[in-house]
């Protein structure tokens, strides 16, 4: 007898949480090409196609992988439970926010690690994609300042880090377009 057996009530997946899986992962791939996001995840661009398809289910080695190259949350990406992003508050809810406890006061320490950690990305994700460019030195300081605000708010929405540079690659693609007359 395991576990299982001696439980009387038996836990099933709802048929939404089945159905939302492909939705979850095309936001958790974000703008990256399906063929990158494979190699990274180690699954075959092929299979993965099929998970977004909706006509296969990933096994748990390739669930943990795909979570992983995504940098989303295991639960989040499997079942759309909790924030898609460590460290967040609920940034994509599978149902309605919990009420709070009555009792509940936020840690400010671990809401000011959060921002530092968010802001930290944003800056980074927009020097890199200024170098890239071969912008940033043309960058003024308050262009700089805001284009962090700009990523820093996608990221607070949710958004995964790939997809927050790549929505920042295509400003900078048009930034450095000639302009026609």
């Known amino acids: 007898m395991n576990a299982h057996d001696s439980n009387d009530e038996t836990v099933q997946l ?3 949480e089945l159905e939302t899986f492909a939705p979850r992962l095309r936001q958790a791939i974000g703008d990256r ?6 190699r990274t995840a180690g699954v075959s661009e092929t299979v993965l196609r099929k998970y977004i398809a909706g006509e296969s289910e990933p096994t748990r080695p390739a669930l943990i992988a795909m979570a992983r190259a995504a940098r989303v949350r295991l639960e989040w990406l499997a079942i759309g439970e909790g924030p898609m992003l460590a460290g967040e508050q609920r940034a994509v809810s599978a149902g309605p926010e919990p009420a709070p406890h009555k009792d509940f006061e936020p840690d400010p ?3 000011e690690e959060r921002e530092q950690r968010f ?3 944003a800056v980074r994700i927009v020097d890199d994609r200024l170098h890239s460019f071969e912008l ?3 960058t003024k300081p308050e262009e700089f300042a805001e284009l962090v605000r700009i990523v820093l708010a996608d990221l607070k929405r949710g958004s995964a880090e790939d ?3 790549a929505a920042l690659d295509r400003v900078l ?6 302009h026609q007359p």
């Open 119 to 121: 802001l930290a990305a």
């Open 33 to 38: 090409s399906l063929r990158s996001f494979a």
């Open 163 to 165: 997809a927050a540079a």
């Open 173 to 178: 693609n048009i930034a450095r377009t000639p």
């Open 136 to 138: 940033r030195s043309y």
């Open 14 to 16: 709802s048929e939404s």
């Open 109 to 111: 320490r671990a809401i």
